[in-house]
């Protein structure tokens, strides 16, 4: 059982550089999103995707970019890094862009920025 | 706008003891509650939930009842174990919208002593 992939689980960056972290699921979830996750203030939604093709903001979006051109994979791209981006990103998907509350999350990708 | 409020943690407990976790939320309507857990390493599961006024989730021993009047949702479990040391985290989303509009709490990291 996949359910949700993060990669990579850690990475260091410089700041200024650019990456991507990658999201893939295999549950035929119609709802994929990025968090983040710092200390003292729970998760943050960083963008959202209710179906292929379409994508959303969520709370704090700004630095990040998103495409969701299959219904598996929801990539996060950071095109200039930067140390206020130092986190731990989470991917989760959901059976339906309606909630019924249940989220499935991946293991994490922990990123620092330099 | 919608919130939740989680007491601050750590707390640390010893085995067998019995837990409480508050959990107390502001929302319009008639929010569904949920608390996920996330165990070291790991991405945040779905431990309860509870769709409407005093219903009571319960799954692994742990318990929280919905109570509007209170607008609270406070996890308990009667006898702890080393194995439910994890950050716990309070949610709601209001019934039928988009699982974008999932909010969660700052988290509540509980450490249990042998």
């Known amino acids: 059982n996949a359910g949700v992939t993060q990669t990579p689980k850690f990475q260091v960056l410089k700041t200024g550089q650019s990456m991507t972290l990658q999201c893939a699921q295999d549950?035929?979830?119609?709802?994929m999103s990025w968090y983040r996750q710092d200390p003292g203030m729970g998760l943050r939604l960083i963008h959202y995707?209710?179906?292929?093709?379409?994508?959303d903001q969520g709370e704090v979006p700004n630095g990040y970019n998103v495409s969701r051109s299959t219904t598996e994979d929801f990539p996060l791209r950071l095109l200039s890094a930067a140390p206020s981006q130092t986190s731990v990103y989470f991917c989760?998907?959901?059976?339906?862009?309606?909630?019924?509350?249940?989220?499935?999350f991946g293991e994490g990708s922990r990123l620092t920025v330099l | 706008g919608n919130s939740v409020t989680q007491m601050e943690g750590p707390v640390t407990l010893s085995e067998e003891a019995f837990l409480t976790i508050n959990c107390t939320y502001t929302?319009?309507?008639?929010?569904?509650l949920f608390w996920y857990v996330q165990y070291p390493g790991e991405g945040l599961q779905l431990l309860l939930k509870?769709?409407?006024?005093?219903d009571k989730g319960s799954n692994k021993g742990f318990e929280a009842t919905y109570r509007k009047e209170t607008t609270s949702f406070h996890l308990e479990k009667g006898s702890v174990q080393v194995s439910d040391s994890a950050v716990y985290f309070c949610?709601?989303?209001?019934?039928?919208?988009?699982?974008?509009?999932?909010?969660f709490g700052s988290g509540t990291r509980l450490s249990i002593r042998p």
């Open positions: 989760a998907s959901s059976y339906a862009s309606v909630g019924t509350g249940e989220l499935f």
């Open positions: 995707s209710v179906g292929a093709g379409i994508t």
């Open positions: 549950m035929n979830h119609e709802y």
């Open positions: 509870a769709t409407k006024a005093d």
């Open positions: 929302a319009t309507g008639y929010p569904s």
């Open positions: 949610a709601l989303s209001d019934q039928g919208s988009s699982a974008s509009k999932i909010i």
